[in-house]
């Protein structure tokens, strides 16, 4: 089973459309991890799960999402409601109590894929406006593959292709 996440495309809508088109149909739920910079009814969150950025002004974007289905439970929230960019002491104490696998979140524009507190953090990292050591990509997505006893996460960049050296796995 297989989950997408996109984060920071701060007004890319084509680039989004190009990935909604690409894996609509190919994966589980597609989540947008905010600063689309567009508004909330935009027919491209009819596909994808959003919540609100520090650049979104519609107040009709969630905060946050608790996404839960058979195969995986997931905690989605930007990152600036919890002063993401300083360091994730604020979200840690968040998602203590939740009875999730995995969290994911955008914000700082640095991809990352990483277990915190027996979690699996997931930034896609932006897809438009990346920082950080792989900024040289260009812009990064992620695809979260779940199976019996691993969380396979692996980045793509902006021409749908798998960054081989991106590629990481985690027990479950
Ligand atoms: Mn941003």
């Given at each position: 089973m297989d989950y997408l996440f996109?984060?920071?495309?701060?007004g890319d809508r084509a680039v989004?459309?190009?990935i909604v088109t690409a894996y609509q149909n190919k994966v589980h739920a597609i989540f947008y991890n905010g600063d689309s910079e567009l508004p909330a009814d935009d027919e491209l969150f009819n596909t994808m799960l959003p919540v609100i950025g520090n650049m979104d002004f519609d107040a009709m974007f969630p905060d946050d999402r608790q996404y839960h289905d058979a195969t995986i439970d997931i905690y989605?929230?930007?990152?600036?409601?919890y002063q993401t960019e300083l360091n994730l002491n604020q979200i840690r104490q968040k998602v203590s109590t939740l009875n999730i696998e995995v969290v994911t979140l955008g914000h700082t524009h640095q991809l990352g894929a990483e277990v915190?507190?027996?979690k699996l953090f997931i930034n896609p990292g932006s897809i438009?406006?990346?920082?950080g050591p792989y900024a040289y990509i260009g812009g990064t997505f992620a695809i979260l593959t779940v199976t019996a006893?691993?969380?396979?996460?692996?980045?793509?960049?902006?021409?749908?292709?798998?960054?081989?050296e991106l590629q990481f796995s985690f027990p479950r």
């Open positions: 996109v984060s920071d495309a701060h989004l459309g190009k989605q929230t930007h990152g600036h409601l915190i507190d027996n438009a406006l990346p920082k006893d691993t969380l396979q996460v692996q980045f793509y960049n902006r021409d749908l292709r798998a960054v081989p």
